[in-house]
């Protein structure tokens, strides 16, 4: 059987100096990993390369044998790799609700002559959309926010309507890149309930964060990268006693993977 998302020997390198280095794994379909390592490691420009808002210099990555790694980063979303930002992001003068229709527009199934002439199709998928976008409001506890300017909202109730747009398009795949930064033990909590319950509705997840409690607690599976290489992957109980993770995390201030 074929992996669901299969990476292979992806390089990327900054003015000579390699970020990620002959880097290849698999995702298993419904799995929830972590992708971790110690500042440098290249678990964001990974990412960034995989949705292609970094260009590899190398590699190759495909999703249900789909080939990925010659799209643009559109169509990557659109066959169902989506992804968050390390720095949250939002249209702050616009709606929540706005917010999330527009992180949905790059994947609406509506031809342009629909478009031009206004059709039922294109009426039909924009109320689609909307229900989605309500739903998912109400998945990640925004509703009573709906029209509320994004620009109001504290950075934990952005970190979730960012989780929310990543979900608006009903992806295979999403990376969520550092989703429990930055936040209250009680939204760290919120957003692994979130998780959990996104991948049980069918969406396999890949996370990257610092906080390995929370990197414990929501994943079934760790791959951890030092200089851009694999030097781990396992469940999270094998890892967090791996003595070449506890090598590379020895000193890394608020690091303790055996915690």
Known sequence: ?????????????????????????????????????????????????????????????????????????????????????QAVQAYERLSVIENLLIACQEFEPVSSVNSIFQTAVLRRAERDIEDRAHQLLEIVGLTKLADVPAGFLSYGQRKLLAIAGSMISMPKITFLDEPAAGVNPTMVLRITELLKKFNGQGVTLVVIDHNMDFIMQVCDRIIVLDLGRVIADGPPGVIQTDPRVLEVYLGESGMDVAS
């Open 1 to 85: 059987m074929s992996s669901f998302l299969k990476v292979r020997q992806l390089t990327k390198s900054f003015n000579g100096v390699p970020a990620i280095g002959d880097l290849s794994f698999d995702i298993d379909q419904g799995s929830v990993v972590g992708l971790v390592g110690p500042n440098g490691s290249g678990k964001s420009t990974t990412v960034d390369c995989l949705t292609r808002f970094q260009q590899a210099d190398l590699g190759s990555w495909s999703l249900e044998d789909r080939e990925l790694s010659k799209l643009d980063r559109y169509q990557i979303a659109r066959a169902g790799l989506t992804r968050t930002f």
